[in-house]
Nanobody, 116 residues
Framework: QVQLVESGGGLVQPGGSLRLSCVAS????????MNWYRQAPGKEREFVAN????????NYAESVKGRFIISRDNTKNTVDLQMNSLKPEDTAVYYC?????????WGQGTQVTVSS
């Protein structure tokens, strides 16, 4: 059974930084691309960033490019999202995600609030 558990969310002032982490179990982690999504109140869930299984190819949404960095540690089954220069519009629940064919696996989410 695939499980994804996020941590690291919280309240931060504009311009600050947070680091989110997702621990995966129940899968051969090094063979899966990993994704971060977010969902703000009243909005649809949107793609934030992803990273390929082993060769470290990364992709970012335009809204976070240059501010967020996704990374992974295949020895620890973790994928992190370093978020810098945070803006109020980054406020959302952040979700870790991976896919296996047509199956989507999601974590429970972690709340990030950017406010002064």
């Amino acid at each position: 059974q695939v499980q994804l558990v996020e941590s690291g969310g919280g309240l931060v002032q504009p311009g600050g930084s947070l680091r989110l982490s997702c621990v995966a179990s129940g899968l051969t982690f090094s063979t899966y691309a990993m994704n971060w999504y977010r969902q703000a109140p009243g909005k649809e869930r949107e793609f934030v960033a992803n990273i390929s299984p082993t060769n470290r190819i990364t992709n970012y949404a335009e809204s976070v490019k240059g501010r967020f960095i996704i990374s992974r540690d295949n020895t620890k089954n973790t994928v992190d999202l370093q978020m810098n220069s945070l803006k109020p519009e980054d406020t959302a629940v952040y979700y870790c995600n991976t896919r296996e064919g047509w199956l989507n696996y999601w974590g429970q989410g972690t709340q990030v609030t950017v406010s002064s």
